[in-house]
């Protein structure tokens, strides 16, 4: 109860109430409570908390989200632009992916401003001039790779200030470049770009940080907000080849149940023929998300298209499968016995290695669900005489078996 208490008194301000219950608190995670508790009633204790932080940071120690909230508290109160801000990228790189204590509430835009209060200091310091952005970004790019957080703070300030749209655009894509070299330094990129009063809708977030917003969306499965971002997101970022950035687009509008925008993309990038290997993969993978989604005769489509194409053994033994399980979907036995049994001759007639067994079991299932009881016989057997491991033989034993009994 004391604990809880302790912060509802924060909320209402009731600092001295706070720090009355701190003798009766043992919980050391209550800790950064009292610390603003203190903080927010006298500023003694501002520069002695700008000092732990400083400690930490050379130490480079495990310290909490909330402790790091009072540090750029106390970098705030003590003026110090440069701690607030590295305070508020530890704080919002640890911040709880849940509901986090309205005590230790901490926005994306806090840290624009802190960066923003950062870069200005620096530029008076050096004597730069808004309006010159071209002394801004030759600052700006010295820094990066000797002090990356100041190198933020000036391409923050280019963000917003510079004279034009394309050298914001710059600034943003150095700024993404910046924030892109770890997950952890990830998550700041969404905590400065998603849910932000700077950017009032997903439109107005700058296009490089959109792109790579686009890609960790997709890596964390979060389809809605990757198809949301990729609204009018046509052209492939910088670096990036069209197929594929197109490819990633008809994933994204296949998961996010625009079916047929997905499958009339799927259809411009199979016009014309495919001949890497590793994109011929890719491209599977996003037809294999409309057989996910149930979308069997869409998929078939795409497969025949892929048919055409001077596919190696490999994609196209893998092709026949496929479309195998679509027509099972679909319940066509007949077509789906026949594409398993492709798959599985395709290299040799006789041919039983581990990927032609499979096919070939399942070619059985098919034929039994169509009616063919001996053929499915036939070809259970066959597996039978060269299967080597028992529990697989068992298996074929109880399909033989439930063949008897459908007679």
Same mark, same amino acid.
């Given at each position: ?10 909320? @209402? ?75 508020? /990228? ?7 992916? $849940? ?8 926005? $994306? ?16 310091? @050096? ?39 394309? @050298?914001? /655009? ?49 890596? $964390? $499965? ?40 997905? &499958? ?7 016009? /014309? ?6 994109? &011929? ?19 078939? *489509? ?56 499979? *096919? ?8 039994? *669900? ?10 259970? /057997? ?15 034993? @109880? ?9």
């Amino acid at each position: 109860m004391l604990p809880w208490m302790a912060e509802v008194l924060l909320q @209402q301000g009731r600092f001295k109430e706070v720090l009355s219950l701190q003798t009766a608190v043992t919980d050391p995670a209550m800790q950064p409570v009292f610390e603003l508790a203190a903080l927010r009633l006298s500023s003694d204790q501002s520069a002695e908390l700008c000092q732990r932080a400083r400690q930490y940071l050379a130490n480079d120690a495990k310290v909490s989200y909330p402790q790091w909230v009072v540090f750029a508290e106390a970098a705030a109160v003590e003026q110090d632009p440069r701690l607030r801000a590295e305070s508020l /990228e530890q704080a919002l790189t640890r911040r709880p992916r $849940g509901r986090t204590s309205p005590v230790f509430t901490l926005s $994306g835009d806090q840290l624009w401003q802190a960066y923003l209060d950062y870069g200005h200091v620096y530029g008076n310091e @050096q004597q730069l001039l808004i309006g010159d952005d071209q002394a801004w970004f030759l600052q700006a790019t010295e820094q990066m790779p000797a002090d990356p957080l100041l190198a933020r703070a000036l391409f923050a300030v280019l963000a917003f200030e510079a004279a034009d749209h394309e @050298q914001r /655009e710059l600034a943003h894509q150095y700024l993404v470049k910046l924030l892109d070299d770890s997950d952890v330094m990830g998550r700041l990129l969404q905590a400065l770009y998603l849910n932000n009063p700077r950017f009032p809708s997903k439109a107005a977030i700058p296009l490089a940080a959109r792109y790579r917003l686009v890609d960790q969306a997709l890596a $964390g $499965g979060e389809i809605a907000l990757a198809s949301e971002l990729m609204q009018s997101l046509d052209q492939p970022p910088l670096g990036k080849q069209a197929w594929s950035w197109q490819l990633r687009r008809a994933r994204v509008m296949i998961l996010g149940d625009a079916i047929d925008q997905g &499958v009339a993309l799927l259809r411009k990038l199979t016009a /014309e023929p495919i001949e890497e290997p590793d994109a &011929v993969d890719a491209l599977l993978q996003v037809v294999f998300d409309l057989q996910k989604v149930s979308h069997h005769r869409e998929a078939l *489509a795409i497969f025949a298209r892929l048919q055409a194409m001077p596919l190696d053994s490999r994609h196209r033994r893998e092709l026949y499968f496929w479309m195998a399980e679509s027509y099972t979907a679909l319940d066509e036995p007949r077509a789906a016995a026949r594409a398993y049994l492709e798959s599985a001759i395709l290299e040799d007639e006789h041919a039983m290695d581990p990927w032609a067994q499979t *096919a070939r079991y399942h070619a059985a299932k098919s034929l039994a *669900a169509a009616g063919l009881q001996g053929d499915a016989r036939s070809l259970l /057997e066959q597996l039978l005489r060269v299967t080597q491991d028992d529990s697989r033989k068992a298996v074929l034993r @109880q399909e033989l078996l439930q063949l008897d009994g459908r007679r």
